[in-house]
Antibody, heavy 124, light 110 residues
Framework: QVQLVQFGAEVKKPGASVKLSCKTS????????ISWVRQAPGQESEWMGW????????NYAQKLQGRITMTTETSTSTVYMELRSLRSDDTAMYYC?????????????????WGQGTLVTVSS | QSVLTQPPSVSAAPGQEVTISCSGG????????VSWYQHLPGTAPKLLIY???KRPSGIPDRFSGSKSGTSATLAITGLQTGDEADYYC???????????FGTGTKVTVL
């Protein structure tokens, strides 16, 4: 069965960086892009971007450009998301999710399997 | 601030039906497929509906989706206590070049 596994929690100071992992299993790693979505307390879900493990192509949310990097490690079927120059408003639960495509992978995108999330707290 | 608007909450008694609306525009719902997600706090979100009205395997037919113009609707029939959760719509926004989520709706079973 498809699984996306994320671990625990991170506490970081403002200005620091965090690198989160998402270990996938149960399907062919290169077949689906992995997206990152975050939800701050009491706020709406925010799409951060996605990475295609097959090509390495990335598509980041405009507001995070310059602060975010997504990478993959094919040998372990793991996707990483690094966010730099952390601020207090980056405090959120961070989820990875597998993208499925119907037709095009933009107009036909949905997120069919999700990880449990990693809580990131940014505080001095 | 989300480009997809949902009612903050809906409620009904067990066995009844609730509908959740998701209102957008031509750059998102109007020209792209809509998905719906269920999120119970502390758990991984779950895909309920994709491509406007399709259910992944394992999702009961009590959940159904529809789309008309720039709005989409999720209907839950035969409401159960286990359906108490937050529900979000999602779709690609061509103008923003981003996947966008709705503001979220909390379903309460009375």
């Amino acid at each position: 069965q498809v699984q996306l596994v994320q671990f625990g929690a991170e506490v970081k100071k403002p200005g620091a960086s965090v690198k989160l992992s998402c270990k996938t299993s149960g399907y062919t790693f290169s077949s689906n892009a992995i997206s990152w979505v975050r939800q701050a307390p009491g706020q709406e879900s925010e799409w951060m971007g996605w990475i295609d493990p097959n090509t390495g192509d990335t598509n980041y949310a405009q507001k995070l450009q310059g602060r975010i990097t997504m990478t993959t490690e094919t040998s372990t079927s793991t996707v990483y998301m690094e966010l730099r120059s952390l601020r207090s408003d980056d405090t959120a639960m961070y989820y990875c999710a597998r993208r499925r495509c119907s037709g095009t992978c933009y107009s036909g995108a949905s997120l069919d399997y999700w990880g449990q999330g990693t809580l990131v707290t940014v505080s001095s | 601030q989300s480009v997809l608007t949902q009612p903050p909450s809906v409620s009904a008694a067990p066995g009844q039906e609730v509908t959740i609306s998701c209102s957008g525009g031509s750059s998102n719902i109007g020209n792209n497929f809509v998905s719906w997600y269920q999120h119970l706090p502390g758990t991984a979100p779950k895909l309920l509906i994709y491509d406007n009205n399709k259910r992944p395997s394992g999702i009961p037919d009590r959940f159904s989706g529809s789309k008309s113009g720039t709005s989409a609707t999720l209907a839950i029939t035969g409401l159960q206590t286990g359906d108490e959760a937050d529900y979000y719509c999602g779709t690609w926004d061509t103008s923003l070049s981003a996947y966008v989520f709705g503001t979220g709706t909390k379903v309460t079973v009375l």
